[in-house]
């Protein structure tokens, strides 16, 4: 029983249910910015390029031969992976945003002085016994 209390204890820990939850977003984030580099980014590109669909960009290493039965192309597809680098670029631009922010919420928390701690009973006794002492008292 003890292997699987301490996994039980190991899977509902805050971390893990961090972890899933970030899982979960990335993969989500990684649509939305694969939507945006081939929907919104790359069409203009496209455009500007004269109409070149950058997806279908490929060399082509060894052509199709219909004469044989076995039809096969083999060929590099650098346009799919420039797709990608700018995928990745965009990707790594949020998160360096993202980090960029939250070290400056850091940096603003660590600059901003901590409030003194109140005095002990006995601190405070003593504070009034110097004061009654300054007066003459």
Avoid: C, H
Wanted: cysteine-free; aromatic content about 8%; proline content about 5%.
């Amino acid at each position: 029983m003890g292997l699987i209390s301490e996994f039980r204890e190991f899977a509902v820990k805050g971390n893990v249910v961090d972890l899933a939850v970030g899982v979960i977003v990335g993969a989500a984030f990684g649509k939305i910015v694969t939507s945006l580099v081939d929907q919104v980014v790359m069409p203009p590109i496209g455009l500007l390029t004269g109409g070149i669909d950058f997806s279908k960009l490929e060399w082509v290493l060894k052509p199709e031969d219909p004469a044989t039965e076995v039809i096969e192309k083999v060929s590099i597809q650098y346009g799919a992976f420039l797709n990608v680098l700018i995928q990745f670029v965009i990707v790594a631009f949020v998160i360096f945003m993202m980090v960029k922010a939250i070290n400056s919420l850091r940096r603003k928390e660590a600059e901003a002085p901590a409030e003194p701690a109140a005095p002990t009973t006995t601190e405070a006794l003593l504070m009034e016994i110097r004061d009654q002492l300054k007066t003459g008292r």
